[in-house]
C-alpha cells in the first residue's frame, strides 16, 4: 500500500508563488518517479513537472522558467515551487508516483490563481 498527502494549495494572485508537497508512505521503492500532474474543469489531467529517483526531471512547457520540482528522497517528498502564477494555472494538482508499472495518486490539492 502506498498512499500519498498533498499540501500547500490554496488561493494567490498572479504573479504569486505558492509551495506544494508531497509525502509518500508505504511501500516505496528506492527507483521510482515522483510528479505533479494537474487538472483544470473541463479539461483533461495533464503532466506538470516529474522528477526520477536518479535526478532525472521533466516540465511541461507552459510551466519551463516558473516552476521547480525537487525532491528528497530520504522522506520520499516531492516539492513544486510554483513563482509567476497566471489564472491558466488554476486546476486541482496532483501527486503521482510512478514505481514497477504501478500509478499512485494523493487526493488533490486545489491551487487558484487570481487576476
Known amino acids: 500500500q502506498v498512499q500519498l498527502v498533498e499540501s500547500g494549495g490554496g488561493l494567490v494572485q498572479a504573479g504569486g508563488s505558492l509551495r506544494l508537497s508531497c509525502a509518500a508512505s508505504g511501500s516505496i521503492f528506492s527507483i521510482n518517479a515522483m510528479g505533479w500532474y494537474r487538472q483544470a474543469p473541463g479539461k483533461q489531467r495533464e503532466l506538470v513537472a516529474a522528477?526520477?529517483?536518479?535526478?532525472?526531471?521533466d516540465y511541461a512547457d507552459s510551466v519551463k522558467g516558473r516552476f521547480t520540482i525537487s525532491r528528497n528522497n530520504a522522506k520520499n517528498t516531492v516539492y513544486l515551487q510554483m513563482n509567476s502564477l497566471k489564472p491558466e494555472d488554476t486546476a486541482v494538482y496532483y501527486c503521482?508516483?510512478?514505481?514497477?508499472?504501478?500509478?499512485?495518486w494523493g487526493q488533490g490539492t486545489q491551487v487558484t490563481v487570481s487576476s
Open positions: 503521482n508516483l510512478k514505481q514497477h508499472s504501478n500509478d499512485y
Open positions: 522528477s526520477t529517483s536518479g535526478g532525472g526531471t
